[in-house]
């Protein structure tokens, strides 16, 4: 079971971290002015009947942005896990923490990775776009949708809501994905099997973020690893 927490938890970040079934899009946003720092705030909840998907209900997400520095953080399962992403867009390298119910792990990223991360996001050849009539407003904005679906993963169907008002002078993990949608993502739905999760934007701040806030130091505790260790340490706790 601690290992299935660990494995779904670092999942959730790097599914949300990757973003890799975004598609093209453009949006009219209801507040004229571009946001080039700040951060923004999420929350993830669950329609479900299986009481384990509903364990995620609240877990939040903040993506802070300043220059060419980024950082996604998040608190899941009710804070049993925690993590963060830092990107350094001019150095092109990151720094990973996660923490979970005691285990401590720091992945140090490469430009090798981060390039990898970025190709993997910018992947769109296998899947299908299909805007939606109507505009969600997520977090005070007016965004388009965009229905994604996948042939080779039918029973799944994600709805991506961009806001165009937004834009980091360096993403990140989402660079690419930002360059495919013409515009940065308030908010997430993706159905499968009768599960809805949602990620939502519930806050866009303005506010310049420390430059503390990205560097990259691991903290006492945690254990130096690379992202292929750690799957191949927890990678068969997916089907636990």
Known sequence: MKQSFFFLAFMLLTVFGYSQLLPSASTAATKPNIIKNGTIYYTLNVESEDPQAKMLNNSTFEYAFSG???????LVLGGLF?????????ANNGLALMSVMGQKKAIRMTPADITKAQNSAANMN???????AGTQK?????????????????NTQTIVYVCNNIAPESGGMVDEMMKKINGFPLGFEVISNGNKIKIL????????????????????GYEETTM???????GGAAGE
């Open 138 to 154: 997520v977090a005070g904005y007016s965004c388009k949708k965009v229905m994604i679906t996948d042939p080779n993963n039918p």
């Open 82 to 90: 925690s993590g963060n992403m830092i990107v350094d867009g001019v």
């Open 201 to 220: 934007a519930t806050e866009v701040s303005t506010k310049m973020p420390k430059k503390a806030d990205f560097k990259q130091v691991v903290p006492d």
């Open 126 to 132: 296998s899947v299908k776009i299909t805007p939606i």
């Open 68 to 74: 060419k520095d980024s950082k996604i953080a998040g």
């Open 228 to 234: 292929e260790k750690l799957r191949e340490e927890f």
